[in-house]
């Protein structure tokens, strides 16, 4: 907790003391947070609250997920993606009894190939998938080596963006079998105020144990600037429909702070 409690007062004091960055229209802004594979370099810090975990639903966690989005131009119709996902991982009592243990979770690394305009109307990406075992303990991660693939696919129409996000990673070598799917369906509202609303879920269905994971999502999200540097500050709640046996279960929050380097 300690850490993540600093990691949030850093961000907060980075955020007040930014000063670089040019400004550009929020609600265009808004809507290019809305697009996974959008020509947009940001760094959003996603903090998420689950509870109701472990056998007896006595344990809670705090995941801090660092997510650099950084798109590299590869010629006159193409981009590369690049999307990182590190977790900072902070449990109580898991499992039961164990006290309060922080450290790092598995990095999943992805890159999407995607055309600089529209195919149809719809923006697409695809590429390879990464799972890297930085985690610290074996209850933050699996701490083995994955590959695999992962696609978007996404319509923006007025002030709706909608479609999904995808991976499937298998393990490469190692002790535990792995056999992972990513599921994410958005939508998303943007107003011209640069009031962003968004439902989507993140579900995962486990291949090896036969189990999902399905929680849903719902949050509000407001492009602000502090002083040249624009900032996409959010909140949210999830339920989880469908929880893994052991796993979270009941309601959850998120909170976030998104640095954006628009170009």
Do not use: C
């Not at 640069?194 to 999902?212: G, I, K, M, Q, R």
């Not at 040249?228 to 702070?257: C, I, K, T």
Request: glycine share 12%; no cysteine; aromatic share 12%.
């Amino acid at each position: 907790m300690r850490i993540l409690k600093s990691a949030v007062l850093a961000l907060s004091l980075a955020v007040a003391s930014a000063g670089a960055g040019v400004a550009q229209d929020a609600e265009e802004l808004a809507k290019k947070l809305s697009n996974p594979v959008a020509d947009l370099i940001s760094l959003p810090f996603q903090l998420n609250y689950d509870d109701n975990i472990g056998p007896g639903d006595e344990g809670s966690r705090w995941t801090l997920n660092i997510q650099p989005v950084i798109p590299f131009s590869l010629n006159d119709d193409w981009n590369l993606i690049s999307r990182t996902i590190l977790p900072v991982v902070s449990t109580d009592g898991l499992p039961p009894g164990s006290g309060s243990h922080t450290g790092l979770g598995d990095t999943v690394q992805s890159f999407f190939f995607s055309p600089k305009d529209p195919v149809g109307g719809w923006i697409v990406g695809a590429g390879p998938a990464f799972l890297v075992p930085t985690s610290t303990d074996d209850r933050f991660g699996l701490g083995e080596w994955g590959a695999g693939v992962t696609g978007v696919v996404l319509r923006q129409s007025g002030p709706w963006t909608y479609g999904g996000l995808a991976n499937h990673i298998v393990d490469v070598g190692g002790d535990i079998d792995i056999s992972s799917t990513f599921l994410q369906p958005f939508m998303s509202y943007t107003t011209p105020e640069a009031w962003t609303f968004t439902l989507n879920s993140e579900t995962t269905y486990d291949w090896e144990s036969e189990e999902w994971s399905v929680p849903l999502n719902g949050v509000v999200s407001k492009v602000v600037q502090f002083g040249d540097q624009p900032v996409s500050l959010g909140a949210g709640v999830r339920y989880w429909a469908d929880p893994a046996p052991n796993g979270p279960e009941g309601w959850g929050g998120r909170l976030f702070m998104t640095f954006l380097f628009p170009a």
